[in-house]
């Protein structure tokens, strides 16, 4: 296994804070989480990690976010990124009610002048602020659509990193990304990278064969037999993610995806998981540290990997 050829980013999904499970706001745009953001991603950058952040017009248009992103600019040049990240329930040109369904929460579900229509004033408020047009995107929800590669390269993006591998988000009217593995795809001239995702069990054998054909799990899980398999050898599905995943389960999936060949990994988490009291993940002190324990392990025990930004990993 060449692990010198494998390379990681860190990728925030960097964004207001609100509530899951409690529909989508054009109000619900308020970001306290700077200063946390900022001392925890000095720690990540301390350890060798680049960070691209992909961020949201709410977070963009707002004073925290704008001390974080004077911040990076003017500690850190080579080590950062600053991309783009489409809520389209918080990003102009807004629709006449506040909420909005969450159909249209996936830009990609959008009509196609809206779609981009939206994703230029983020490109421009971004270019404001950061003094560079953003290259990198990663839609909301992961919410691509048909038109989606094709206004992004109208825009001038190169990379996308919305596939969530082996995932599908139909049931919230969201995208179906079960066919995709996670090597990159070509998509309408846009270098697409998945958010890393897949599976682990106790055999690593086992587990390079679910990664490597999107439909090797789905067969299994048709029969009885199948099913009675996956339990024996402790399958499970895990994000590169301290979000919900430890350590362990984000070393073996890396292992596995490294064995196969995957070039590009993705390690990925919500700013503002980085406060306690906000996100799912991290509701209280002690679950917070564990968060910040899980992503100092994992990075450090990848330090051998070939750390990389998105706009400087050309290939
Ligand atoms: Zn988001």
Redesign the pocket.
């Known amino acids: 296994m060449n692990t010198k050829e494998t390379k990681l980013s860190v990728v925030i999904?960097t964004?207001e804070e609100f509530n899951w499970d409690s529909g989508f706001f054009a109000s619900n745009n308020r970001v306290s989480h700077g200063k946390e953001l900022v001392q925890f991603c000095e720690q990540l950058l301390a350890i060798g990690a680049n960070i691209v952040f992909a961020m949201?017009y709410a977070f963009v248009s707002s004073d925290e976010g704008q001390n974080v992103i004077r911040h990076f600019k003017k500690n850190h040049t080579d080590n950062i990124e600053f991309a783009a990240?489409l809520?389209p329930w918080v990003n102009p040109p807004f629709a006449n009610e506040d909420q909005i369904q969450e159909r249209d929460s996936y830009p990609g579900n959008l009509p196609e002048d809206i779609e981009k229509t939206k994703l230029s004033a983020l490109t421009d408020l971004i270019e404001l602020h950061t003094g560079y047009r953003p290259t990198t995107y990663?839609a909301?929800?992961y919410g691509i659509g048909k038109n989606s590669h094709k206004i992004l390269k109208e825009l001038g993006y190169k990379v996308d990193l919305s596939i969530t591998p082996f995932t599908d988000y139909g049931y919230q009217e969201g995208p179906d990304f079960s066919k995709y593995n996670n090597d990159e795809v070509m998509i309408e001239g846009i270098r697409c990278i998945p958010h890393s995702t897949g599976f682990i069990s106790y055999l690593p054998f086992f587990t390079d064969y679910l990664n490597k054909t999107p439909g090797n799990l789905d067969r299994l899980n048709n029969s009885f037999l199948g099913k009675v398999l996956l339990r024996l050898l402790g399958v499970s599905k895990v994000r590169l993610s301290p979000e919900g995943f430890n350590a362990k389960e984000m070393g073996l999936l890396t292992e596995s995806l490294i064995r196969i060949g995957v070039g590009h990994l993705i390690f990925s988490f919500?700013s503002s998981t980085v406060k306690a009291g906000i996100t799912p993940y991290t509701q209280d002190e002690v679950s917070l540290k564990t968060f910040e324990q899980d992503a100092f392990n994992y990075l450090n025990n990848v330090k051998n990997l070939r750390h990389k930004t998105l706009s400087s990993a050309k290939q």
């Open positions: 999904h964004e949201d990240h809520h990663l909301g929800r919500h």
